[in-house]
């Protein structure tokens, strides 16, 4: 078979395999989209991206649960949160990474109604990412949105960790056009 013909089935073949694992984003984004170093973000291109990142009015946070350094091995409870007056429909997406880019700790999902874990399948594959279901899309309170996960801090020695996080607040015409995209990340030191 020709070279250029066994490219294109290839290509088609990956092709298949990614639309497979992608589905509608609304039901979760798909992995590795969080901005995190090696990511990508929900505007890339052909998905939301009609707007420039974090030009819009939304306010977004990341709360660890703790104000200070991370104590080794404890499980901290995430708040994720995203405000936007006006706003009704919500997404995000999270990964811990340590300073090498590598996974810090472990995500444990506390509320399977709003959120979900995935790992991509391709790359990255040591990493796990939060994101939301479609149930977890919809505002908590008019232009509101928390999710909370959990979160168990690496053992001594893994060093500072950062907690990247990307965040869209859409427009609710179920499709990828007209929403606003946000990329955050905090970093945590380890308690010593
Ligand atoms: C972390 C990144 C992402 C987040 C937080 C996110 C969030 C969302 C949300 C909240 C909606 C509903 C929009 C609305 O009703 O107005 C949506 C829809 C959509 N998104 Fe994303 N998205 C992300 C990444 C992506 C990526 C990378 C793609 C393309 C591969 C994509 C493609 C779509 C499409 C096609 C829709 C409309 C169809 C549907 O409802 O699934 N999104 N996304």
Redesign the pocket.
Known sequence: MHKSNHMALLFLAGGICLSLT?G???SG??AS??GAPGES??A?S???DDKAINTGTAKVKIDPGTTGPYAPGKTYTLSVSITDAGSK?????LTALDSLNAKAGKIKISDAESTQMLHNTFMLQDREYA?YTFGG?GADSPGKKTWKLQWKAPASGTGPVTLYA???S???????KG?HVYLHSIKLEELK
């Not at 429909?89 to 997406?93: K, V």
């Not at 859409?170 to 990828?176: G, P």
């Open positions: 992608l509608p984003s609304s984004a798909p989209h969080t973000t929900c890339k052909g998905c939301h429909r919500f997404g995000f997406q994101t899309t990307a965040f869209v859409a427009n609710d015409d179920e499709t990828d929403d």
